[in-house]
């Protein structure tokens, strides 16, 4: 146990990992301060994927996820309940109800401005961008915050390899620069830009992103965001 705790704080089920659920605790303390929910949810996503890449299994990652849960409880801070509120958004959803439960208990306990908003998104276009035979498929579909506008308007971004096997996964804020990007590189016949239908979309993501195979370690900043966002295409 810590010396620097004043009490045992919560059981842990990995008590060996106490010092880096502090950290993150610690590190919340700055969450409420960020702009708006996207940055929230990227940033809580970082977090969790971390967590899932250090994680040997799937056990061992749902423990450390209860104890996170846990400790951000007992800390009752505003980042703990922000951080709480966005695992509950749009983190794994085994621990979605956990997470949300902890930060119902705690109230008292101010809420970030863009608490409401976590999650709450409406998918818009699907693009199909596709570069050349050996570089797969990018899949691009925009999404907004419902009642927002296009305040928050965003896109995942997710390359496909052979087997649809995902080998790039990014959260991009700034939607109309990616595509004008993407149509000049069209215009130079460098690749090909077409609408792409949402529930094929969904389908293909939701298969890639919940498989068993471990991905490239660039990937897993952006995976638990990504998962979310993919649950909610048609």
């Known amino acids: 146990m810590s010396a620097r705790r004043s009490s045992p704080g919560p059981e842990l089920m990995l008590p060996g990992l106490r010092e880096v659920y502090e950290a993150y605790v610690r590190e919340a303390d700055a969450l409420p301060a960020l702009p708006g929910p996207l940055q929230a949810e990227v940033w809580t996503s970082a977090q969790l994927g971390a967590l899932e890449a250090a994680a040997p299994h799937e056990q061992g990652r749902l ?26 958004a749009i983190g794994p959803v085994k621990g979605r109800a956990a997470a ?13 401005p863009w608490e409401g908003s976590l999650g709450r998104v409406v998918p818009g ?24 506008g ?11 390899s052979y087997g649809d096997a995902p080998s790039e996964v990014v959260i991009v804020g700034d ?8 149509r000049q590189a069209m215009q130079a016949e ?4 077409q609408p792409y239908d ?12 919940n498989g068993a195979e471990p991905l490239p370690e660039a990937c897993y900043p952006a995976l638990p965001l990504a ?8």
């Open 63 to 88: 423990a450390a996820l209860g104890d996170l849960i846990g400790c951000l409880r007992a800390a009752a801070t505003p980042g703990a309940r922000a951080f709480l509120r966005a695992i509950a």
């Open 100 to 112: 949300g439960r902890a930060a119902g208990a705690l109230g008292g306990v101010p809420a970030a």
């Open 125 to 148: 276009q699907a693009w199909l961008i596709q570069e050349g035979p050996l570089d797969g498929d990018r899949l691009v579909c925009e999404f907004r915050y419902e009642g927002a």
């Open 150 to 160: 296009t305040a928050g308007m965003h896109a995942l971004a997710v390359r496909l």
């Open 175 to 182: 939607v109309p620069a990616l595509m004008a990007a993407a």
């Open 190 to 193: 460098l690749c090909v830009v």
């Open 198 to 209: 949402a529930a094929a979309v969904g389908a293909r993501l939701r298969t890639a992103l």
């Open 227 to 234: 998962r979310h966002r993919a649950s909610v295409l048609p």
